[in-house]
């Protein structure tokens, strides 16, 4: 055995090495684990190591041997004592004072002071790189994953904050996990809804030109727009003028080249605007795609080109589409959706669906190996649909397109929840969130539950400067270690230790470096998950770990090596809560 005992995972790959040497010797299997018949025997159910209920019952615990004592052929308390007595006699007893077995048949691992010494060394070696590429390079892949997406059609509100803090936190945990990531957002500037946006322009430019026209019934009813018809105006003078006042009142008789410019012109104010307000959140995308570029390109198929034509092309290729009252449909019920749907109405305008399908299909041309899509909760429905239709899609593999259904976010203040509507305008937008409450209390919020769960923020809490508010609870524990090892070099002239001595330990320093070595375990959950609140839960109990430990280990004592082992646990949590927290785009302030 080597150095790689010092981490959790190390540890569980040796015992299950010596889990798999006991089961060699199963009755029923030769010495090279075949069994009566010659088959290779059943593989061990992989170990993993939890951290026991209460102290006194170990450091860490392992069920391996209830989950694996009918391939051993014994009872499970049997196994577990055959387990710790093999795996110390291999090796174990360089990190380990002792195993016992608990209860049904669980093995206590109770670790000795070389191991807490080598986990904290293996962790202030690591230094910023702690837990980074924990994902096996066999599991890394090329994935795509495309999150906002807000319609540019009015400001981004608080559930675009929400699924852009928990896209943005899923594309970090990747990364450093060990993925090729790429970050996609996707407008939606084709369709109704845009014609809806440039004709509500519309009205508001000639209002301002004292032209009477009405907003349509269907419009956007914010102030934004007519602040927008106030920038066209300047930007462009009466250049509408004539044609505005031959369709007025009604704007729906606007030319369609009228409208077209219109709506791109507030399309482009609006994505200036998005990209400013996500900026401000720490959000970025690698990718910008246009639904309308989807319709340019070369080649064409039932009278579209680009990336919609070649989608088109090949479905029927595959015998999928049908004509029906004029339209042109897709036979997704073939791929489990409730009904077919139909891709090009009678009039011969493209659906969404199918601007949708041609999206997914220039995602596979990409070279995505994986793709996948964080939409809001008003999307529920047309999962079926879109999933049916990238089966439909060569090469047939729909396990490569990944759905993600958010829930809506409930602000709450003054214990009274705020109504959002955008066409009304009605909306918080996420610069009003920011102004209010700051971008680490958003974007930490914004990532504390799973997404398939309601969240109510409540904006009095997360301002607060006290232990009830979550942000300030693990920044403060990061600013405090920052003041710790600020006064040990005032006060001492010493520097954190480049190697952190062996030392006797007290129960606290113990139970810190525990949660420190979980964290690598956590990064893994959150990937495998998609759980970004799996980080944000893990820092809360780390901040509360370091607190206790605070508060019982004082640092700066005479003992030079407990001053060093101390001062080196400090420094690697600190490290730990700076990468959790820039993994969920929140700052780790130095000083509060």
């Known amino acids: 055995m ?33 069994g009566a018949a010659g088959a290779t025997a059943p593989p061990p159910v992989a170990i993993e190591l939890t951290l026991p209920p209460r102290r006194g019952q170990g450091d860490v615990t392992t069920n391996a041997a209830l989950v694996n004592a009918k391939r051993a052929g014994s009872s499970p308390r049997d196994l577990a004592q055959r387990l710790g007595d093999a795996w110390l006699d291999a090796g174990g007893t360089a990190v380990c004072e002792r195993v016992e077995v608990a209860g049904p048949g669980f093995l206590n691992l109770f670790l000795g002071a070389s191991w807490f010494r080598g986990a904290v060394q293996r962790m202030l070696d690591a230094g910023d790189d702690y837990g980074r590429g924990v994902l096996p390079p066999a599991r890394r892949r090329r994935v795509n994953v495309e999150y906002v ?23 970090r945990v990747f990364s450093f996990a060990g993925h090729d990531v790429g970050r996609e957002y996707y407008v939606n500037d084709a369709g109704t ?15 301002r030109l004292g032209i009477a026209a009405d907003v349509p019934e269907q419009g956007y009813q914010g102030a934004y727009v007519a602040d927008m018809a106030e ?12 044609a505005i006042a031959a369709a007025a009142p009604d704007m729906a008789r606007l030319p369609e080249a009228v409208v077209t410019e219109l709506k791109l012109w507030g399309r482009d104010r609006m994505l200036a605007q998005f990209r400013e307000t996500l900026g401000r959140l720490r959000i970025g995308h690698d990718i ?15 009278g579209f080109r680009g990336e919609v034509g070649k989608a088109l092309a090949e479905l029927d290729t595959e015998d999928l589409l049908y004509e029906h009252e004029g339209a042109v449909w897709l036979k997704t019920t073939s791929y489990g959706d409730d009904k077919d749907r139909v891709l090009i109405r009678s009039s011969g305008e493209a659906t969404y669906f199918l601007s949708d399908i ?9 070279g995505f190996a994986h793709m996948i899509d964080i939409w809001g909760a008003d999307h529920h429905g047309y999962v079926p649909r879109m999933k049916a239709a990238f089966m439909a899609l060569p090469p047939h593999e729909p396990e490569r397109l990944e759905l993600i259904v958010g829930q809506f976010v409930n602000l709450l203040e003054g214990g009274e ?19 209010s409450i700051g971008v680490d209390a958003t974007r930490f919020s914004m990532v504390s539950r799973s997404h398939d769960t309601p969240l109510d923020l409540d904006l009095d809490l997360v301002v607060q400067q006290s232990s009830q508010n979550p942000v300030y609870y693990v920044q403060y524990a990061h600013a405090r270690i920052c003041s710790i090892l600020r ?13 952190v001595p062996e030392v006797a330990l007290e129960d606290d320093e113990k139970a810190l470096v525990l949660t420190l070595a979980g964290f690598p375990f956590v990064v893994l959950a959150a990937v495998e998950q998609r759980a970004p609140h799996r980080v944000h839960t893990y820092l809360g109990e780390l901040a509360a770990q370091f607190h206790v430990f605070y508060r019982t280990c004082r640092v700066l004592v005479d003992d030079a090596d407990v001053s060093a082992f101390r001062t080196g646990l400090c420094v690697a949590t600190r490290q730990t809560l700076a990468r959790g927290l820039d993994l969920l785009g929140v700052s780790a302030p130095e000083s509060m």
């Not at 809804?193 to 209002?207: E, N, S």
């Not at 006064?487 to 190697?499: D, F, K, Q």
């Open 149 to 171: 997406s807000a319609n540019p059609v009015g400001p981004l509100h608080v559930g675009n904050a929400r699924y852009g803090a928990m896209g943005d936190a899923l594309c």
């Open 417 to 435: 929840q705020k109504r959002m509507s955008k066409r009304k305008g009605t909306i918080v937008t996420v610069d009003d969130l920011v102004d």
């Open 487 to 499: 006064n040990l070099e005032e006060r001492t002239g010493r520097r954190p230790p480049a190697e």
């Open 358 to 366: 041609a999206y997914h299909r220039d995602k596979m041309d990409r």
């Open 231 to 242: 920038e066209l105006l300047a930007e462009v003078g009466e250049r509408y003028r004539e």
């Open 2 to 34: 080597s150095d790689r005992l010092y981490d959790f995972a190390g540890l569980a790959a040796s015992l299950e090495e010596a889990l798999a040497g006991l089961l060699a010797g199963a009755p029923g299997t030769d010495a090279a684990g075949a």
């Open 193 to 207: 809804q845009m014609i809806l946006f440039g004709q509500t322009l519309a009205a508001r430019y000639a209002q």
């Open 288 to 302: 910008w795609t246009d639904e309308s570029s989807l319709y340019e390109g070369e080649g064409e198929h039932r």
